[in-house]
């Protein structure tokens, strides 16, 4: 159920969020393991719906994580080995992978780390987790009768799952494993969520080296500055006034007068924290652009035009003496 709230997060890229005891509490099982059909009951009570692949294998889990899917992925800890492994790991139990790959291992969230954390997992070892427990299920859920059709099969490894989830728990792990006596040709049982439709937006970018113009504008300190046009992703705040590169005239549909976009210095846009030249967006009422002349023979006069222009205003707004 842990598993499942981590999905229903991805799913809605934020708008839902849950917990292991919350999903628990949507559904009538509340006593014992749990299988794919209590956490679709789940789901439903927040008006989503789960994809249940039971009777897939594991092959057809990599395939949904390559298409953008999270998988809840139901293993025998111990065979899949993972790094929060607790205790013997005899037991069934169930991971979310995330669809992000770094070589052979995918990002995976175990409700049994502690602290809770993402961690990184070999792809055979969650294979051979998969794949062990649908064995362990098959077998439970034919007890060497011949094999039912489909459909009857897939119920009784449910109902074999949530049976075996019951008995065996990391508080009391099985003495021995459950059999496995081969013919579940790689069935193995999971659920995903659909492929995200995020909503696309416009983001911060590292900016070429060398990025010039001819417009420049004044920042004041404390200025916040966004990612997207629509001022809806923070990024930071000027720690200090500078005078800045002038990229775009102002855009963003919502926000009132529009927003312009600057060329700042900033590691918050970036996952590493290194600071790089950045394209970002502030109010477009928040500053005003000016232009500084190409050739360096008229830099200095403009430059004292600009400083008259300052004196000039500043003696308009005082009071008289």
Do not use: K
Not at 84 to 111: I, K, M
Request: with cysteine; hydrophobic share 40%.
């Amino acid at each position: 159920m842990a598993s499942i709230a981590t999905g229903i997060d991805y799913q809605t890229a934020g708008a839902t969020l849950s917990s292991g005891s919350a999903m628990r509490a949507r559904q009538p099982d509340q006593s014992g393991g749990t299988d794919s059909s209590d956490a679709a009951y789940a789901w439903e009570s927040y008006g989503q719906a789960l994809r249940i692949r039971d009777g897939a294998t594991f092959d057809d889990a990599l395939e949904d994580l390559e298409a953008g899917r999270l998988v809840h992925l139901d293993v025998w800890a111990a065979a899949a080995a993972g790094p929060c492994l607790s205790g013997s790991g005899a037991y069934g139990h169930t991971v979310a992978v995330a669809p992000e790959r770094s070589g052979s291992r995918w990002l995976v969230a175990d409700p049994w780390c502690s602290p809770a954390r993402w961690q990184w997992w070999e792809t055979e070892l969650l294979r051979a987790g998969a794949e062990t427990w649908g064995g362990m299920t098959y077998t439970a859920a034919t007890a060497g009768r011949p094999r039912p059709a489909e459909l009857v099969l897939l119920a009784l490894m449910r109902l074999a799952a949530r049976r075996l989830m019951t008995l065996y728990r990391p508080d009391a792990p099985a003495l021995l494993d459950p059999p496995d006596t081969g013919g579940s040709a790689g069935r193995t049982l999971f659920t995903t969520t659909a492929i995200p439709q995020l909503e696309v937006r416009d983001m911060a970018i590292n900016a070429a080296a060398g990025l010039r113009t001819n417009l420049r504008a004044v920042v004041p300190q404390g200025l916040e500055f966004f990612e997207d046009p629509e001022l809806r992703v923070r990024l930071g705040a000027m720690s200090a006034a500078a005078d800045v590169v002038y990229v775009g005239n102002p855009i963003g549909e919502l926000v009132p007068g529009g927003s312009r976009a600057i060329l700042v210095n900033t590691g918050t846009a970036y996952n590493d924290g290194s600071v790089r030249p950045t394209i970002v967006y502030v109010p477009a009422a928040s500053i005003d652009p000016y232009t500084v002349p190409t050739s360096s023979d008229d830099l200095a006069g403009a430059i004292d035009e600009r400083d008259r222009q300052w004196r000039d205003w500043l003696l308009d707004g005082s009071p008289t003496l």
